[in-house]
């Protein structure tokens, strides 16, 4: 089951208010939510009071994220031939960040 709302209608970035009606229907669980927040590609909804909705989540439209430097082939070498730690590290990082922004 997958009870949190994912809103693509609104950017609260640019400065957006939540519309009072929506046709948004794509939903996560509860640790994707988390995930997504943490990540920061994602902000909390807030309902009038200023309470969190723990229901409800905006995602971040994709323009608005920083992609990282392209891997060259230098990067591939260093982390596979090399045997460089942290070029390793980053072309582990750079797949992810890259599959989170198509989601």
Known sequence: MKPVLVHLCFDPSAGEKKPEFCT????????????RLH????????????KIVQLEIVQLRISHIER???????????AYIAQNKNAKHRIE??????NFARI
């Open 24 to 35: 948004c229907s794509h939903h996560v669980t509860k640790r994707e939510r988390d995930e």
């Open 39 to 50: 990540a920061n590609v994602a902000f909390p909804i807030k309902d009038s009071s200023g």
């Open 68 to 78: 990282p430097r392209a891997i060259t082939k230098a990067d591939i070498e260093a």
């Open 93 to 98: 990082i750079y797949g992810h960040v890259g």
